[in-house]
């Protein structure tokens, strides 16, 4: 059973103190000089002591419920975000927005990798890591806040770019649905970037994660932005697209939180109707296509790993033969070089 008691004092949890004989000894040792230290600081500085060690137990739960990242965005980083895509629109109390991911498996993209094999990647990395694996992870940490008294309100990852669908039912309220943008969120919580592709990358596993959220009233502290650098802006996803997709002579600029992040032009017409791995946003028509599967994102995949810009690496390179594609009069073929 996971442990819920705290001690009064110092927030530290009371089954962290019953350890095993063979460890107690030690445990005594660093509770006491834990103890020590708070009782020293001012009150400002105990807070900020519970916080984090609250922040830190909560942390560890969502890892041990089959998360694989978790960031925390406080409230006042969507300062300026419009109304129809604001969590407070959602859920007004909020002061803490829990972002929670899980990796695609490097497997999951090899079927489409070889051209052989495309439902592994629908199947596993589209629809049942979000809506089973990540899913269950979400569910859990909404129960943690809420057997502690807090509000939390899961969100599935719907596209930012579904239009409204219904009426406002308050003067002051927005159209329903309401949607959040989930790789921004991941930028404001301090998982990742975005590369030039326009993908949102993490240091851990680069473009290979699906997201999930949760809207909460409990204060956590907040993660500090991500300064890791993720995409060394080399291109190769550019020159990958067999339909000249995306455009880096004419780029944008994201900008979240102050953070400016340069982005290739995206024809997202040409990626909707794209052979070599994309996939058409499962959830609306309008939403951007998933391309972790595509050509673009799978050079990326590759590039990242060989060049040592991501955690999780392996024994072989993900490339192992020169890649195929389907050009723009449906051809198939081999990438030269
Ligand atoms: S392939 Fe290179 S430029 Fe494109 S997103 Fe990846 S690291 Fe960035
Ligand atoms: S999804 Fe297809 S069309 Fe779009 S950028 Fe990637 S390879 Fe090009």
């Not at 979000?130 to 809420?146: G, H, I, K, M, N």
């Not at 990358?201 to 300064?227: H, N, S, Y």
Request: hydrophobic share 35%; aromatic share 8%; net charge positive.
């Amino acid at each position: 059973m996971e442990s819920m008691g705290c001690c009064e004092r110092c927030g530290i949890s009371a089954q962290r103190r019953r350890t095993p004989s063979d460890t107690r000894q030690v445990a005594r040792g660093a509770l006491h000089s834990k103890y020590t230290l708070y009782r020293r600081s001012t009150p400002d500085r105990q807070e900020a002591f519970q916080l984090q060690d609250l922040t830190n137990r909560f942390k560890e739960y969502c890892r041990s419920r089959g998360a694989d990242l978790v960031g925390i965005a406080s409230i006042d980083r969507f300062d300026g975000v419009p109304p129809e895509h604001h969590p407070r629109s959602i859920f007004p109390e909020t002061r803490s927005i829990i972002v929670l991911g899980k990796r695609i498996a490097r497997g999951c993209l090899r079927g489409i990798e070889e051209g052989t094999q495309f439902a592994i990647y629908a199947q596993y990395a589209g629809n049942w890591v979000p809506d089973r694996f990540l899913a269950l992870t979400t569910v859990s940490v909404a129960q943690f806040l809420e057997d502690r008294r807090w509000e939390a309100v899961p969100l599935p990852c719907l596209p930012v770019q579904a239009p409204p669908m219904g009426i406002p039912v308050r003067p002051d309220a927005p159209t329903p649905n309401v949607m959040l943008d989930f790789d921004e969120a991941a930028v404001r919580a301090g998982l990742g970037r975005f590369g030039l592709s326009g993908e949102f990358m993490t240091p851990q596993f680069g473009p290979r994660q699906q997201l999930q959220i949760i809207l909460t009233d409990a204060v956590l502290q907040p993660d500090p932005f991500c300064e890791t650098v993720v995409c060394d802006e080399c291109g190769e996803c550019i020159s990958a697209c067999p339909l000249d997709a995306m455009n880096v002579s004419q780029p944008e600029t994201r900008i979240v939180c102050g953070m400016a992040m340069k982005t290739a032009r995206v024809d997202w017409g040409a990626c909707r109707s794209c052979r070599n791995g994309a996939f058409p946003n499962r959830a609306h028509p309008t939403g951007t296509p998933d391309r972790t599967a595509a050509l673009c994102v799978r050079t990326c995949v590759h590039h990242v790993e060989k060049t040592g810009l991501v955690a999780n690496t392996f024994e072989r390179p993900f490339r192992q033969r020169p890649a195929w594609r389907v050009d723009k009069t449906g051809a198939a073929g081999i990438v030269e070089g």
